[in-house]
């Protein structure tokens, strides 16, 4: 400890600060003064008699002494530049005071012999819990870590207390929500960030207190700490243990990905649980988010981008704050490297087709593609329609298609093909149709797969379909007609029209058809 906590933590005795040269000095023990001492080392308190003082002070180092004045002590004293003294009253208990000094400075070996062991448990990469479980063995009393989505990341085990609500948030593994609502009401987060070291709070109902400390990251609250009061008082050293036991979390929490990506986001936490079907025991996740301050709609989205060339944690929240900007009633968290929009709408509304338009510039400007889920309305099922998203994204680069955003609902037949690839040739699912007009093509230097496939997709529309391949609608009939004379059908069948536009999308996973689009 430094000399002005000595002080502080002497609080109760009756001294006087006569000189001060330096009191952030770390004090790293106690010696008794001897009359007409001469050597003195800077990182020791001495004690002792004013009489017991010498008659020069050495100039070439610190002084740090607590003199009991049963003489006058020279005037000269008063002028070191080096000494740091601090004078108690003669009517004081001389012996009360050096056993007061006693206890301070052993206690304060209790906290470093302490501290070794909540920094093994740092180091033995055994994770959070295992750092809970040693630091309640130390404080002999419950610990609990919860994360700024009201999380339980960490807590003892076997504790069983006479408060009911938290009990019940134990089994959860969540702050209930009357008692969110509590703690917004109250601000007690706030108090907590402001008070910058353990805070103590009281609770009436049962008798027990608990000590909170926030945890950071770079400056940014991600969690507290919490110590409960259950099987002894808390004392002084308890405070500072904790104060400690806050930066020791913090180390460990950015080892986690999660944490020290996302920073503090109230809604990322729940978003990644849920997204590793991780939430648990929520039986109202719709509850559970407005407690958050976010309200699920009917209509819901996922939009994921992993952005390349945007290694920097600020560089991809810059991102998706863009991203949240250019679609209203989102929310977003860091997964994986890869940034995940839940998107939320009233029912009966979608997504513009304007904020696609955006959407896409500003992707397109930043050079990044993103993929986008089908909209779905169970909140419980987002894994499913964030591997959509992901899903979406790796089919549109495969397949070469020239966009920024990809829509799932544009892929899912290719990933119906994938699916079978993965057991069959797909080759051999290709209809015969499809297989004599590309063997002619490639004989006879046509198009007419490329003519058959922009017909059909445009259902039989002549001018669409002529609009696209830039020809005149006489040059389109015309070969309209010597397909139909080549593979001897008249295209009025719908189950044969399905095969031949399921042929030519398996020839465009299998990359073979590019000159068809």
Same mark, same amino acid.
């Given at each position: 400890?430094?000399?002005?906590?000595?002080?502080?933590?002497?609080?109760?005795?009756?001294?006087?600060?006569?000189?001060?040269?330096?009191?952030?000095?770390?004090?790293?023990?106690?010696?008794?003064?001897?009359?007409?001492?001469q050597?003195?080392?800077?990182h020791?308190?001495?004690?002792?008699?004013a009489?017991?003082?010498?008659?020069?002070?050495?100039?070439?180092?610190?002084?740090?002494?607590?003199?009991?004045?049963?003489?006058?002590?020279?005037?000269?004293?008063?002028?070191?530049?080096?000494?740091?003294?601090?004078?108690?009253?003669?009517?004081?208990?001389?012996?009360?005071?050096f =056993?007061? &000094?006693?206890?301070?400075? #052993?206690? *304060?070996?209790?906290?470093? /012999?302490?501290? @070794?062991?909540? %920094? +093994?448990?740092?180091?033995?990469?055994?994770?959070?819990?295992?750092?809970?479980?040693?630091?309640s063995?130390?404080?002999?009393?419950?610990?609990?870590?919860?994360?700024?989505?009201?999380k339980?990341?960490?807590?003892?085990?076997?504790?069983?207390t006479?408060?009911?609500?938290?009990? =019940?948030? &134990?089994?959860?593994?969540? #702050?209930? *929500?009357?008692?969110?609502? /509590?703690?917004? @009401?109250?601000? %007690? +987060?706030?108090?907590?960030?402001?008070?910058?070291y353990?805070?103590?709070?009281s609770?009436?109902?049962?008798?027990?207190?608990?000590?909170?400390?926030?945890?950071?990251?770079?400056?940014?609250?991600?969690?507290?700490?919490?110590?409960?009061?259950?099987?002894?008082?808390?004392?002084e050293?308890?405070?500072?243990?904790?104060?400690?036991?806050?930066?020791?979390?913090?180390?460990?929490?950015?080892?986690?990905?999660?944490?020290?990506?996302?920073?503090?986001?109230?809604?990322?936490?729940?978003?990644?649980?849920?997204?590793?079907?991780?939430?648990?025991?929520?039986?109202?996740?719709?509850?559970?988010?407005?407690?958050?301050?976010?309200t699920?709609?009917?209509?819901?989205?996922?939009?994921?981008?992993?952005?390349k060339?945007?290694?920097?944690?600020?560089?991809?929240?810059?991102?998706?704050?863009?991203?949240?900007?250019?679609?209203?009633?989102?929310?977003?968290?860091?997964?994986?490297?890869?940034?995940?929009?839940?998107?939320?709408?009233?029912?009966?509304?979608h997504?513009?087709?304007?904020?696609?338009?955006?959407?896409?510039?500003?992707?397109?400007?930043?050079?990044?593609?993103?993929?986008l889920?089908?909209?779905?309305?169970?909140?419980?099922?987002?894994?499913?329609?964030y591997?959509?998203a992901?899903?979406a994204?790796?089919?549109?680069?495969?397949?070469?298609?020239?966009?920024?955003?990809?829509k799932?609902?544009?892929?899912?037949?290719?990933?119906?093909?994938?699916?079978?690839?993965?057991?069959?040739?797909?080759?051999?699912?290709?209809?015969?149709?499809?297989?004599?007009?590309?063997?002619?093509?490639?004989?006879?230097?046509?198009?007419?797969?490329?003519?058959?496939?922009?017909?059909?997709?445009?259902?039989?529309?002549?001018?669409?379909?002529?609009?696209?391949?830039?020809?005149?609608?006489?040059?389109?009939?015309?070969?309209?007609?010597?397909?139909?004379?080549?593979i001897?059908?008249?295209?009025?069948?719908g189950?044969?029209?399905?095969?031949?536009?399921?042929?030519?999308?398996?020839?465009?996973?299998?990359?073979e058809?590019?000159?068809?689009?």
């Amino acid at each position: 400890m430094d000399l002005h906590l000595l002080i502080t933590r002497l609080g109760d005795m009756q001294f006087e600060i006569r000189v001060e040269s330096d009191f952030a000095v770390e004090l790293l023990g106690y010696k008794m003064l001897s009359k007409g001492q001469q050597v003195f080392l800077p990182h020791i308190i001495y004690y002792g008699y004013a009489s017991q003082l010498p008659e020069v002070l050495p100039d070439d180092t610190v002084i740090n002494i607590i003199s009991y004045c049963d003489v006058e002590i020279r005037s000269d004293f008063f002028t070191k530049n080096n000494l740091n003294l601090i004078l108690i009253k003669k009517d004081f208990d001389a012996e009360l005071i050096f =056993e007061k &000094l006693q206890q301070l400075f #052993i206690e *304060d070996q209790q906290i470093i /012999s302490d501290m @070794k062991l909540l %920094l +093994d448990a740092l180091f033995s990469e055994m994770g959070l819990q295992y750092i809970t479980d040693v630091a309640s063995a130390i404080f002999e009393n419950p610990v609990f870590i919860v994360d700024t989505s009201f999380k339980y990341i960490a807590k003892s085990k076997m504790v069983l207390t006479n408060d009911p609500d938290l009990q =019940e948030e &134990l089994n959860l593994g969540y #702050i209930l *929500d009357k008692n969110v609502q /509590s703690i917004k @009401k109250s601000r %007690l +987060d706030e108090k907590v960030r402001k008070n910058n070291y353990p805070f103590y709070l009281s609770n009436k109902a049962t008798g027990k207190g608990m000590l909170i400390v926030a945890v950071s990251i770079h400056q940014i609250e991600v969690a507290h700490i919490a110590l409960y009061e259950l099987n002894r008082k808390f004392s002084e050293n308890d405070y500072k243990l904790l104060y400690n036991l806050g930066n020791i979390v913090s180390q460990e929490l950015q080892k986690n990905e999660l944490y020290k990506e996302n920073k503090g986001l109230v809604y990322s936490n729940l978003l990644a649980d849920m997204l590793e079907n991780k939430v648990g025991n929520i039986k109202d996740i719709h509850q559970r988010f407005r407690v958050l301050g976010y309200t699920l709609k009917e209509n819901l989205y996922v939009l994921a981008t992993s952005p390349k060339g945007y290694k920097s944690s600020k560089a991809r929240h810059n991102i998706a704050e863009q991203l949240i900007r250019l679609l209203p009633g989102s929310i977003y968290v860091i997964y994986r490297d890869t940034i995940v929009l839940l998107l939320s709408r009233p029912k009966n509304t979608h997504i513009t087709e304007y904020e696609f338009q955006e959407l896409e510039a500003y992707l397109s400007n930043i050079n990044q593609i993103a993929g986008l889920s089908i909209c779905f309305s169970d909140i419980w099922e987002i894994q499913r329609y964030y591997k959509q998203a992901l899903k979406a994204s790796e089919l549109g680069v495969k397949l070469n298609d020239s966009k920024y955003i990809f829509k799932y609902e544009n892929y899912s037949i290719f990933h119906m093909i994938e699916l079978c690839g993965e057991h069959e040739n797909l080759w051999n699912f290709c209809c015969p149709t499809v297989r004599v007009l590309l063997e002619y093509d490639k004989k006879n230097d046509t198009v007419l797969l490329k003519t058959l496939y922009h017909y059909l997709k445009n259902l039989k529309n002549p001018t669409k379909t002529s609009a696209e391949l830039h020809i005149h609608k006489n040059t389109l009939f015309y070969r309209v007609d010597k397909i139909k004379n080549i593979i001897g059908s008249n295209l009025e069948n719908g189950d044969e029209l399905a095969e031949i536009l399921i042929s030519v999308k398996i020839l465009f996973y299998l990359g073979e058809s590019a000159d068809l689009k």
